[in-house]
């Protein structure tokens, strides 16, 4: 018997997900949790319309200071850190 995904798990694992990159044990631990709750299909499917509507942005289109913003509190995030005050 696997362990059951959380949502926690669910949203950090998503864009592996849509890329096809999780292991097939992860991905049926994961499409398990997407049939039993209604909020993490939600968000998958938000995150679905996301890259369909901005997948055709690239880096070039980031202004160089939104580029940096973004850095930062990704790298922030992952470390626990309160993003920073947009300017």
Partial sequence: ?????????????????????????????????LAGCRGCRNYLEQMRHTIQVVG??????????????LLATFRGWKRGETPPSPA
């Fill in 56 to 69: 055709h942005l690239t880096e070039d289109h980031v202004a160089p200071e939104a580029k940096e913003t």
């Fill in 1 to 33: 018997m696997t362990e059951e995904l959380s949502c926690q798990e669910l949203v950090e694992l998503v864009t592996e997900y849509l890329e096809g990159a999780l292991p097939p044990g992860d991905v049926e631990r994961f499409e398990t949790h």
